[in-house]
């Protein structure tokens, strides 16, 4: 489908099953007369294929080419954007870009021997490619000026290597119309958005800070004319995040497409009469989010969803997807669509992870294997995400709030019905919770303490929860500025000034610098003591009144214990009896405390163990004493 470069041309082939007549022009004569108020001579015409579909080949079109489908229907004649097309133009008036020709095997990889993670392995970084980072030739911020860049996003994988992550989670990054965008109004679903592309003009510096790159994980330089095409910079940052150690999760949206629809789109693509959006092609009558929702019943629909999603395995390497409001799709009938596109996938990439947004009752249906679940492999889950929330929302209340433990207690455990802890997508913060237009939305530090972002109550509490998310079974994500206590939600307008404070990291704000030492510490841990990993997790000690909390990790038959406690009291506590699992040597491998003006050298701890005893206490065999920071975490190991 679409237009494909083979030796001497370029085939080009569409579906518009209801078309009275197709073709195609490419190349010269696009460029000579752009505005596209003339309709193409007889030769320009495609075969009609028999199945719905048209196709044809043009000798001598290649590469960078660009081309145009005109479609003639019963509602009337249009120049139409393929919906296959790799990549388009960057004009500035989006319905008057053209589509390109590009051969996606043309990018010169270096990941050869990269490696997907294991999933229980992830620790997922979520970010917006548009807003988290963009600089000019000196090293300056810009993103008040433009959007970042796939290629300004390579310059920060050194800090996202140095925090400690492993997966890097991209909102949706295929072509929108509007100006600004979360990306979940895409309408051209095989092109990168062109907004993140950097132009020409910038392309001799950014090569040769990516050649500096390159060289320093031993490869030869790449050529300019490899980062011409947008295809191919998004193709080099999965690229470099391999080389990184960081595997790349792309978002899709195929529960619908669009807010707006410019008359060039895949909108009324075979142009059947107006007035009933079922004779739309694609889409039914059912709107969502401002778009209209896929036509799962048709095949030729289902095909194009599943082919961009291979695509974007097989032809960027991506390592995973995720998929947006899958309820919306299998409460308008497409179940089976989901367990065909999961199924590909799987057999396209098994290593690939599929992670579903599915919000419906029948929760652990969307993890479970096909024929009777729909194959996913994780799902965003709300319980611990919303535990803790709700947990810091007790908490601004002070030191003699009511404070309730239950539903942390319920939510550290893998649920009832899900085979394993990373059949779920465990989170604090992502980008509808923090968005700057949702009402309600707070960032961590906020929740903490809405007086104050950077008090003694914020960090700790902020602290308390990122310890409790990470320590847990599940797969962690973090939001973009998370891992640094950033307090202001998030806009993917540049111009509202809600923007990812870096300079924070400098001498401005020490509390940040502070708390990114703590996240980077946190995800060491994590890394390094397989039981976090795992699933097997019990909490043996839940007290509202003591404001405690003590929750076992371990690894079926290794030894391998961890004990995490918690207190969300607001004073140290001292000589607090906990069971642990045998008696003897304890090391204290984590405290939170250290990290509050790091180094805190009035941390308050255990001297870095622990020693028990034999005497049984919450269903242990032994028992240990030791010191809890106020609003603090501390966790033990014995290996």
């Not at 009752?361 to 479970?368: F, H, I, L, Q």
């Not at 007290?543 to 961890?562: I, K, M, N, P, T």
């Not at 622990?610 to 010191?627: K, Q």
Request: proline share 5%; hydrophobic share 40%.
């Amino acid at each position: 489908m679409g237009a494909t470069a083979i030796a001497g041309g370029t085939t080009f082939r569409t579906w518009a099953p209801n078309a009275h007549a197709v073709s195609v022009v490419a190349g010269d004569r696009l460029v000579e007369r752009p505005a596209l108020t003339w309709r193409p001579d007889p030769s320009d015409a495609l075969a009609p294929l028999g199945d719905g579909s048209w196709g044809g080949f043009r000798d001598g079109v290649g590469d960078g080419d660009v081309y145009m489908f005109f479609i003639e229907g019963d509602a009337g004649a249009a120049w139409k954007r393929d919906p296959y097309a790799r990549e388009l133009t960057l004009e500035p008036a989006f319905p008057d870009c053209f589509c390109v020709v590009r051969d996606p095997s043309a990018y010169p990889w270096h990941d050869g021997g990269w490696q997907t993670p294991d999933f229980s392995d992830l620790i997922i970084y979520q970010l917006h490619v548009g807003t988290f980072w963009a600089q000019d030739e000196n090293g300056q911020d810009v993103r008040t000026t433009r959007d970042g860049t796939y290629l300004d996003l390579i310059l920060k994988l050194d800090y996202l290597r140095g925090l400690g992550i492993n997966a890097l989670q991209l909102l949706p990054i295929q072509e929108f119309e509007t100006h600004f965008s979360l990306g979940y109004n895409g309408v051209d679903y095989f092109s990168p958005e062109t907004r993140y592309v950097a132009p020409p003009s910038e392309l001799p510096w950014r090569v040769k800070a990516i050649n500096d790159i390159l060289a320093g994980f031993g490869h030869p330089p790449l050529p300019e004319a490899s980062l011409a095409s947008g295809a191919d910079q998004l193709r080099c940052l999965v690229d470099l995040c391999h080389l990184h150690g960081i595997a790349v999760i792309l978002d899709v949206v195929y529960n619908h497409a669009g807010g707006n629809f410019d008359p060039r789109s895949l909108w009324f693509y075979d142009l059947q009469k107006d007035g009933d959006a079922n004779r739309s092609l694609y889409f039914t009558d059912i709107g969502w989010a401002g778009g209209q929702v896929f036509a799962y019943w048709n095949q030729w629909v289902c095909r194009f969803l599943i082919d961009n999603a291979t695509a974007l395995i097989e032809e960027y390497r991506a390592d995973g997807l995720r998929y947006d409001e899958v309820r919306v799709i299998t409460n308008n009938g497409g179940e089976a669509f989901c367990r065909n596109l999961t199924g590909t996938i799987r057999a396209v990439k098994p290593q690939a992870i599929q992670i579903a947004e599915y919000w419906n009752d029948d929760r652990p249906r969307a993890v479970a294997p096909t024929p009777g679940g729909l194959g996913f492999d994780a799902e965003l889950a709300d319980g611990l995400r919303d535990a803790l929330r709700g947990l810091l929302g007790q908490l601004e209340g002070g030191a003699s709030a009511m404070v309730s433990l239950s539903s942390l207690a319920a939510n550290l455990l893998v649920p009832a019905g899900f085979a394993a802890g990373w059949h779920l997508d465990q989170c604090l913060e992502n980008q509808d919770l923090v968005y700057a237009g949702h009402e309600g939305a707070a960032r961590i530090a906020r929740l903490a303490d809405s007086a104050d972002a950077r008090s003694w109550y914020a960090r700790s509490r902020s602290r308390l929860v990122a310890a409790l998310l990470m320590t847990a079974p599940g797969i962690p994500a973090l939001f973009m500025g998370q891992e640094f206590l950033e307090d202001k939600n998030w806009s993917d307008d540049p111009e509202t000034g809600d923007l990812i404070w870096w300079d924070g990291l400098t001498a401005a704000d020490p509390a940040m610098r502070d708390h990114l030492r703590f996240y980077s510490d946190l995800i060491r841990l994590r890394r390094s003591y397989p039981a976090l990993r795992g699933d097997c997790a019990r909490v043996s000690h839940a007290s509202d009144f003591e404001r405690a909390l003590v929750l076992h990790r371990w690894l079926e038959g290794s030894g391998q214990d961890v004990i995490v406690v918690a207190s969300c009291d607001e004073l140290p506590k001292h000589g607090y009896a906990i069971g642990v699992p045998s008696d003897g040597l304890w090391r204290e491998i984590f405290n939170s405390d250290v990290y509050d003006r790091f180094p805190n050298r009035s941390a308050i701890g255990n001297g870095g163990s622990v020693s028990a005893w034999r005497e049984p206490r919450d269903g242990f065999a032994a028992s240990a004493a030791l010191s809890i920071p106020a609003n603090g975490v501390i966790v033990l190991a014995k290996d």
